[in-house]
């Protein structure tokens, strides 16, 4: 069982921190969430009070100012399914649509909810088990419930402390990312990160065969109990509001809008939150040793990844060719593709397009030459096995075959 947890102080006022809520007021007036302590308990208050335009300049400032210091990655574990589809059996089967490559399926007994917690088990498992979780978020678009939170199944499966919270962060892709944020920027304790994703689509959609199922989980922490691998340096992030990619609640699949569209607005977004990232970090493009690009859309990822300035030989395999996107999970993969090469002194970031754009900055340290994952995502990228196309569509639910000619067993 996992040290008992002593809660996070501050955690509410990260929350508010990190993404600050602004509601509108009369004439014009804006109001803001505002804490008041009241008998050593945080309690939060909506008071209102004029303001002038939005300070950029200070709100950046405070963003740097809270995500600084020794925190960063402690763990990572990632959860890849056993079972692979050969992208040519779809244009094989169908006459169109499919690919190169594979992408990685989940069973049709799991779930988000369930890799979720194997890619958790591997994070723990990986590093002292002495080490505390002092919070839970889950991260997903395919939760596998609406109104009960999944987070708690998985701090039930994991065996935390009844003290340690468990939130969900579910219904975009980019929930993960923030999640990762969040947890960056909590000035104490460590908090557990997992995203999981299944992602579908219509038969011989893009969606369909570039998508992938996993799960991935991060802890992060700021060395008071287990070692930082990886220190966060610097952060950047840019978002606009556009309708590129939506899913109406109820539906299975995506909707996407003209692929030049969302390129012609992700690609700035990207270069912007990019810059951002770099002069927080006081780096520059050159010195990044490995970066991950990805995102909802893949026209888009590719052209950006061209444009920041990146070494040829520093963009990591985004493990498209073999996984594919892996949606809300996709950053945890990247994260956890580019340590398990990593060095010590060496810079490695994650871009993330989705809905704006995200950039995080880490500076390998030390502690990664005695850091061991139990079970590393490239052996479980090279141990998949392959799925006919038509058992992929029955676990999908897209076609119904013949049950078993058995009787049902007694419940």
Same mark, same amino acid.
């Given at each position: ?64 100012? *809270?995500?600084?210091? *020794? ?341």
């Amino acid at each position: 069982m996992r040290t008992p947890s002593s809660g996070f102080p501050n955690e509410a006022a990260s929350l508010l921190a990190v993404s600050p809520r602004r509601i509108a007021a009369p004439c014009g007036e804006r109001s803001k969430w505002a804490a008041q302590p009241y008998c050593g308990v945080a309690k939060w208050k909506l008071s209102c009070a004029v303001v002038g335009p939005p300070r950029r300049a200070e709100a950046a400032s405070r963003r740097r100012s *809270m995500i600084s210091g *020794m925190r960063g990655i402690i763990s990572y574990g990632a959860y890849v399914p056993f079972r692979r589809l050969d992208r040519a059996d779809i244009s094989k089967f169908f006459g169109s649509g499919g690919g190169k490559g594979t992408r990685s399926v989940a069973s049709y007994d799991e779930d988000t909810t369930s890799m979720g917690v194997e890619a958790a088990r591997v994070a723990l498992r990986s590093i002292e088990p002495t080490t505390a979780v002092d919070a839970l978020w889950f991260a997903t678009t395919s939760p596998s419930y609406a109104d009960k939170t999944n987070a708690t199944t998985i701090h039930a499966a994991l065996r935390l402390d009844r003290n340690t919270p468990a939130f969900d962060m579910n219904g975009a892709v980019r929930s993960s990312v923030g999640a990762l944020r969040i947890a960056l920027a909590l000035g104490a304790g460590n908090a557990l990160v997992v995203a999981s994703d299944i992602r579908t689509g219509l038969p011989t959609s893009a969606d369909e065969a570039d998508g992938g199922d996993a799960a991935s989980a991060v802890i992060v922490g700021d060395g008071s109990s287990g070692a930082v691998i990886a220190e966060l340096i610097g952060s950047g992030s840019a978002t606009e509001e556009f309708t590129d990619r939506w899913r109406v609640p109820g539906q299975t699949r995506s909707k996407l809008w003209e692929e030049r569209f969302g390129e012609m607005v992700y690609v700035p977004l990207a270069i912007e939150a990019w810059n951002a990232a770099l002069k927080d970090a006081g780096v520059e493009a050159g010195q990044i040793d490995k970066a991950c690009v990805s995102g909802t859309h893949g026209r888009a990822v590719r052209v950006a990844a061209g444009k920041l300035g990146l070494k040829p030989e520093a963009l990591a395999d985004d493990l498209n060719a073999t996984v594919g996107n892996a949606g809300a999970a996709q950053v945890g993969l990247g994260l956890a593709r580019v340590l398990e090469d990593a060095k010590p002194g060496q810079l490695v970031a994650l871009a993330v397009l989705a809905d704006g754009a995200d950039v995080l900055i880490f500076r390998v340290t030390e502690a990664i030459t005695s850091f061991h994952s139990v079970r590393p995502l490239s052996t479980q990228i090279a141990n998949g096995g392959s799925l006919p196309y038509g058992k992929f569509l029955s676990w999908r639910g897209v076609v119904n075959v013949e049950p078993p000619r058995r009787p049902e067993p007694n419940r």
